[in-house]
């Protein structure tokens, strides 16, 4: 059994969980389910189930996946996802309540159930680009949504610890290490320290104050408190692993915050991540300094 089934499969109705272990599990990459229409196991073996929820069904789905307590979600129903334990994100959809800080999620229509698991040797393409000359290259890696850059990013990290190196990941939503109470359990090498469970610009400050990190990774950089953040670690002479959504240098463009990162230096190189589903990942170097083209 694959680490996310023993923390999903729990959480979900008796008969989906029967359903989805009476199937194909290997290579699954997400479980929908969507009220009113038959839910879905999407990656490398797709299909139908013959399950299909009313409202009611996916509320009870929702208050599993809670463990019960809607409340003590707030912040992330806020923002329309949960982190399960072992890194698992599911992503929602419904009806949102409130403005402002005071939003949330208060009925659920739709669940994107992404299934998190630690691949080693997945970063094996990314290495070679990693290391060079001069040292590790620090680098933005960029994709569209679910080509699978945060499992590439968690195992870079447990090879980069694995060489001796101090790691620490700033993993806001959990997925990065899948800590349960603080405690990782997915794989992410032996000289990784982890803070997770706050906002990730605040993580990696932390971080570089009180960890003393030589490379700091973190996730889906967004916005401008995340770039300013990455600067301030770069100053500080850490190298950066992060990962940004896009899908070319022209979207890396579009993004002011995170494009001013790459003019002040804070990166030595980008890399394109393409995959499609069941599929090995494609990467492509479309930007890299002068100094590092030369070395």
């Known amino acids: 059994m694959e680490n996310w089934e023993m923390h999903?499969?729990?959480?979900?109705p008796a008969q989906l969980a029967k359903e989805l272990q009476?199937?194909?599990?290997?290579?699954?990459?997400?479980?929908?389910?969507?009220?009113?229409?038959?839910?879905?196991?999407?990656?490398?073996?797709?299909?139908?189930?013959?399950?299909?929820?009313?409202?009611?069904?996916?509320?009870e789905v929702l208050l599993r996946l809670c463990r019960q307590s809607i409340y003590a979600y707030g912040p992330e129903l806020a923002a329309c996802y949960i982190t399960l334990p072992g890194g698992v994100r599911v992503g929602l959809s419904g009806r949102i309540a409130g403005t402002g800080e005071e939003a949330r999620l208060v009925s659920a229509t739709g669940f994107n159930i992404r299934l998190a698991r630690a691949i080693p040797g997945c970063a094996d393409p990314l290495m070679d680009l990693?290391?060079?000359?001069?040292?590790?290259?620090?680098?933005?890696?960029?994709?569209?949504?679910?080509?699978?850059?945060?499992?590439?990013?968690?195992?870079?990290?447990?090879?980069?610890?694995?060489?001796?190196?101090?790691?620490?990941?700033?993993?806001?939503?959990?997925?990065?290490a899948g800590c349960d109470d603080g405690v990782p359990t997915?794989?992410?090498?032996?000289?990784?320290?982890?803070?997770?469970?706050?906002?990730?610009?605040?993580?990696?400050?932390?971080?570089?104050?009180?960890?003393?990190?030589?490379?700091?990774?973190?996730?889906?950089?967004?916005?401008?408190?995340?770039?300013?953040?990455?600067?301030?670690?770069?100053?500080?002479?850490?190298?950066?692993?992060?990962?940004?959504?896009?899908?070319?240098?022209?979207?890396?463009?579009?993004?002011?915050?995170?494009?001013q990162l790459i003019q002040a230096g804070c990166f030595a190189q980008v890399i394109l991540l393409r995959r499609q589903a069941g599929q090995p990942p494609q990467l492509e170097i479309v930007y890299r300094t002068k100094e590092e083209a030369c070395g």
Do not use: F
Request: aromatic residues 2%; charged residues 25%.
């Open 8 to 12: 999903v499969l729990p959480l979900l």
């Open 22 to 59: 009476a199937g194909e599990l290997a290579g699954a990459e997400e479980i929908r389910i969507r009220v009113g229409r038959p839910a879905q196991v999407l990656g490398r073996y797709p299909r139908t189930l013959q399950w299909t929820p009313d409202s009611a069904m996916c509320q």
């Open 186 to 259: 997915l794989d992410i090498g032996p000289c990784t320290d982890v803070l997770e469970g706050c906002k990730k610009a605040q993580a990696m400050s932390m971080l570089v104050r009180g960890m003393g990190p030589e490379v700091l990774v973190t996730d889906e950089l967004a916005g401008q408190a995340d770039a300013d953040a990455v600067m301030e670690a770069a100053g500080c002479g850490v190298r950066i692993l992060a990962s940004a959504h896009g899908d070319g240098w022209e979207d890396l463009k579009r993004r002011k915050s995170i494009y």
């Open 130 to 176: 990693l290391l060079g000359p001069l040292g590790m290259r620090s680098t933005l890696l960029l994709s569209p949504p679910g080509a699978g850059k945060t499992t590439m990013l968690r195992d870079a990290a447990r090879q980069l610890s694995l060489m001796g190196m101090k790691v620490c990941v700033a993993d806001e939503r959990r997925e990065l």
